[in-house]
């Protein structure tokens, strides 16, 4: 039956012969003094050296992977890692700047200030040819509609037919009220000159005007007993509903 010692003694391993070398240099590089070991390194060589100290590429490979796992390590996981200074650092937003020239830029220019003030007058200067397109329009769907046998489809021409008839109405409408409005400027501004005081119009007067310079349009071409008609059927069938509620 052994022992515990020598049980002990068996199961921890023989250094190796490797070991005992830099065991033995280490022991009588203390009794040496800073001189005489400086000395030996100029002899020896600084690899040859430090591979007789350290224990040649065994060392090497342990420095490195020691040095590996500082490296990983940071002092909290959302700072940055630190990098080499020997490494040539790529320049900030270059990837960035590529991907921008290859991407198209769409911008809408109603809402561009690159495209300027939105001036309404100058908008309806430049697209009033849109409303001959519109009254060109009606009458190609007028010759549509006595083509089509289908109820339907009758209905969705005389629809179409009536909203462009609107728009055309409404633009008419709005050069209407402007002219109006740029002739009490030119009387307000002939007041200021001669000395006089303006007469400035409410909103009554400014609508009665409105509504004169409507019927006059209206009696020049013709078309002021139709529009009466279409306001008596309109006041009628509002007093109908309102009977009908109460």
């Not at 003094?33 to 350290?54: C, D, P, T, W």
């Not at 940055?80 to 991907?99: C, D, H, T, Y």
């Amino acid at each position: 039956m052994s022992s515990p010692s020598e049980s002990s003694s068996a199961s921890e391993p023989e250094p190796s012969s490797d070991e005992e070398t830099q065991s033995t240099i280490r022991e009588d590089l203390k009794n040496m003094s800073l001189e005489e070991i400086m000395q030996l390194k100029e002899q020896l060589g600084a690899k040859v050296y430090k591979e007789a100290v350290l224990g040649g590429k065994s060392g090497k490979a342990r420095s490195k992977q020691v040095k590996g796992k500082t490296e990983l390590k940071r002092l909290n996981k959302n700072r940055p890692r630190e990098m080499s200074s020997k490494r040539q650092v790529p320049f900030l937003g270059a990837e960035l700047r590529v991907e921008r020239k290859n991407t198209n830029e769409l911008r809408d220019p109603r809402f561009d200030e690159k495209s300027g003030n939105f001036s309404i007058d100058t908008f309806k200067k430049n697209y009033k040819f849109v409303s001959k397109i519109r009254t060109k329009e009606v009458g190609q769907l007028k010759k549509q509609l006595d083509d089509v046998a289908d109820d339907e489809e009758k209905q969705k021409i005389k629809h179409t037919m009536q909203r462009l008839i609107n728009k055309n109405v409404e633009d008419k409408k709005w050069h209407l009220k402007q002219h109006i409005l740029k002739k009490e400027k030119q009387e307000i501004q002939k007041a200021h000159n001669e000395g006089r005081e303006p007469h400035y119009l409410t909103k009554q007067e400014r609508r009665a005007k409105e509504l004169v310079a409507q019927y006059e349009h209206l009696k020049s071409t013709g078309k002021l007993n139709k529009h009466l008609e279409k306001r008596r059927k309109k006041n009628a069938a509002k007093d109908r509903k309102r009977i009908g509620i109460e």
